[in-house]
């Protein structure tokens, strides 16, 4: 299964999503995602730490901007 | 809906944008899109630890410069 | 409008242009853009804390280590 | 062989994948990949000074955010 | 004519070249140069504070790692 | 000859890599090189201040995070 399907298939699942910079952390429900690894989350919080920092709710992240996805455990 | 998809769907509304590098973040009225995330942006305002730094107007943000955009509540 | 025609409107007239990184910030004539955001600016400045630092002059401009571009006032 | 059949060579096996920013290092068994270089990798690390920080798991990485990619030893 | 284009023109010629990262800057004979922005420098220098630290000699450029481009006074 | 072509003919000797970020630098034979500059180097080292750190051996490279390449005098 290529990356752009691997994470295809995590569409309707939490992810955990680091982002280029500061580290920071998203988590939030996968909504969808395009080949570019564009990703719409709903429901996403900023952690920092590990913790959460901030409320974002339905967020688009830019693909490029992506470092690692990974799902949370259920 | 797509993430390109979705950010269309937010043309007209006030969006909040986290740019790459030391989060500056912009606010503004979301003019249009395109599929790079390439933003046009009017009566936008820079903002640091959540408050207007200055008022830029209208701004054209290059799309892989953005970190993420979600909708301002109205 | 989409932000690359919104972009190309502003050929002929005075932008300002804020590069990632250490937030470098130029202004000048925009002679030329492509789809890519790309710039060509004609008497370019590169100024520091709202200062000019250094008149650059002639300058091409690489439009994926663009964060901004809005138009001057004139 | 090209690089991107050279990484596809690599499939199956643990290798070890240095990321843009702050020099995060993971490490795990390459699942799949593609012409960008986005990586499946599962059971995964993630390290510090060349020891084990975090278990990831399963983990989607953006191919333009590694700088380099090479097998371990077996 | 087009940022592409006016790179073009100043093949032959020696340029100044600022890359990203810690503002490091080159200066050389641009030989050759692609749409990307690839550049081939001959008798390149890399400069710290307008000062040459360290010749470089013939060297390629990834395009996308180029912030800004002028040609040199000659 | 364009950048891609000139890189093209180091295939076989050993080249200098500078990377994007902290300026970590790499030496090795240059095994092969796509037109993204995405790098197969084998026998590589990874240098700090110019002296050997570590030991690469076979590495692969992602172009976008090249900063720059020059042959090593042989």
Redesign the interface.
């Known amino acids: 299964?290529?990356?752009?399907k691997?994470?295809q298939s995590l569409v309707g699942r939490r992810v955990h999503v680091e982002?280029?910079?500061?580290?920071?952390v998203?988590e939030g429900v996968l909504?969808?995602?395009?080949d570019y690894?564009?990703?719409?989350l709903s429901g996403?919080n900023e952690l920092e730490n590990g913790e959460k920092r901030r409320l974002?709710?339905?967020?688009?992240?830019?693909?490029?901007?992506?470092?690692?996805?990974?799902?949370m455990k259920e």
Chains 1, 2, 3, 4, 5, 6 share one sequence.
């Open positions: 299964m290529f990356p752009n691997r994470i982002m280029k910079g500061e580290r920071s998203l909504t969808s995602v395009d690894l564009n990703l719409h996403a974002l709710g339905s967020v688009i992240v830019r693909g490029n901007n992506v470092v690692l996805i990974n799902p």
